[in-house]
Structure formats: structure tokens, C-alpha cells
């Protein structure tokens, strides 16, 4: 199971970090992403990180802005979101996947984030 945290109301250049903790599973052997869904949109894609930490990869109206990362001792993976905008008010989603070819098909509940001009 797959919880996200760390959601909440932010005006806009603020910051807030996301956190996804598991339980039930190790996360050190899964790929993980973040993904959004902000109302009368489609859910896509945020970003994603590799078992190691050591490959990240973002969409681009994120890049520069938002950090993926992992603590695997803690079984957490994070989504440090800096000089956020107003479209970026969503659902967060985290998501694991065992392999960069397959499908995320673990998800959690998801976290508001909402982004105040």
C-alpha cells in the first residue's frame, strides 16, 4: 500500500514536499513515479525515479522547479515542489512500478495540493 502525505494550500513561488510511504512492500525494488490530476483533466505523468535513485526524469513544465528523490532506508519517496504555480493545483498520485518497460500499477490515494494566485 502506497500513502502520500504533505498536501495542502500554498499561494503561489511557495513550496511544499509530498512524501509516499509504503507499507506491505519494499520500495528499494520498485521504480517510482509521481503523476497529477488536476479537475477535468486527465491524470499525467510529474515525475519518476529509479530503484537507485541515481535516474530521474520529469515532465518539462516541472523541470527546475520540482525534485524527486528517495530514502529507501525509509521506505519513502519524495516530490519537493518549489516556486509553485497555480496550474500546478492537482491530485498528486505516487506509483511503483517494477521495471522502467512496465506499467505503474500500484498507486495510492493521492494528496491535494492547491495553489492560490
Known amino acids: 500500500q502506497l500513502v502520500e502525505s504533505g498536501g495542502g494550500l500554498v499561494q503561489a513561488g511557495g513550496s511544499l514536499r509530498l512524501s509516499c510511504a509504503a507499507s506491505?512492500?519494499?520500495?528499494?525494488?520498485?521504480?517510482m513515479g509521481w503523476f497529477r490530476q488536476a479537475p477535468g483533466k486527465e491524470r499525467g505523468f510529474v515525475a519518476s525515479?529509479?530503484?537507485?535513485?541515481?535516474?530521474?526524469a520529469y515532465v518539462n513544465s516541472v523541470k527546475g522547479r520540482f525534485t524527486i528523490s528517495r530514502d529507501n532506508a525509509k521506505n519513502t519517496v519524495y516530490l519537493q515542489m518549489n516556486s509553485l504555480k497555480p496550474e500546478d493545483t492537482a491530485v498528486y498520485y505516487c506509483a511503483a512500478r517494477t521495471t522502467d518497460l512496465s506499467p505503474f500499477g500500484s498507486w495510492g490515494q493521492g494528496t491535494q495540493v492547491t495553489v492560490s494566485s
Open positions: 525515479i529509479s530503484k537507485s535513485g541515481g535516474s530521474t
Open positions: 506491505g512492500r519494499t520500495l528499494s525494488s520498485y521504480n
